[in-house]
T-cell receptor
């Protein structure tokens, strides 16, 4: 079956530091890949996505590249802000409209 | 943007009681709602998929009689944990898919419910 593995948190950073959250997946074929973010007290929100190999998703300064050869979709941001403190979930789906398979989530805390 | 309201955000109950969690799409109609569960330090696991007006489809290993899902309208789905036991303590989160728009960009999540069974 499908699975998503992401690094455990919490990840604690200083403002303006570089952030990387690793995500690898197991799936047949060519799944679509997603990063969701959950800010305190809110629901998950789609942060970015990529639907085919070598695609780069980007949003709000975050980027992730779909790497088929390493089955990875690592999330990066060059300079984090306190407002980026949240829980980040990596996810995949096998087909449009299909159910999502999530990783365990990574809590990120950015200190001023 | 669209909002999914999930209540309660936290509930503590005694073993053997039933707990109902509501998931409402506030400003859009949701043909499909998903219920997930997350144990500490584990992945968010899909429990069931519910479509308005029809029976929910449960994932393998999820007890239908324990986790009752009702999706009676296009804006409301409920999850009832019946005869809750301490092992049901978990974080439950719902998501709703809007009727129109590109699929996953139109999938909206509630803020989750932390259930603690004593």
């Amino acid at each position: 079956g499908n699975s998503v593995t992401q690094m455990e948190g919490p990840v604690t950073l200083s403002e303006e530091a570089f952030l990387t959250i690793n995500c690898t997946y197991t799936a047949t074929g060519y799944p679509s890949l997603f990063w969701y973010v959950q800010y305190p007290g809110e629901g998950l929100q789609l942060l970015l996505k990529a639907t085919k190999a070598d695609d780069k998703g980007s949003n709000k300064g975050f980027e992730a590249t779909y790497r088929k050869e390493t089955t990875s979709f690592h999330l990066e941001k060059g300079s984090v802000q306190v407002s980026d403190s949240a829980v980040y979930f990596c996810a995949l789906s096998q087909a449009a409209g299909n159910k999502l398979t999530f990783g365990g989530g990574t809590r990120v805390l950015v200190k001023p | 943007g669209a909002v999914v309201s999930q209540h309660p955000s936290r509930v503590i109950c005694k073993s053997g009681t039933s707990v109902k969690i509501e998931c409402r799409s506030l400003d859009f109609q949701a043909t499909t709602m998903f219920w997930y569960r997350q144990f500490p330090k584990q992945s968010l696991m899909l429990m069931a998929t519910s479509n308005e007006g029809s029976k929910a489809t449960y994932e393998q290993g999820v007890e239908k009689d324990k986790f009752l899902i009702n999706h009676a309208s296009l804006t409301l789905s409920t999850l009832t944990v019946t005869s809750a036991h301490p092992e049901d303590s978990s974080f439950y989160i719902c998501s709703a898919r809007a009727r129109t728009g590109e699929d996953h960009e139109k999938l909206f999540f509630g803020s989750g419910t932390q259930l603690s069974v004593l």
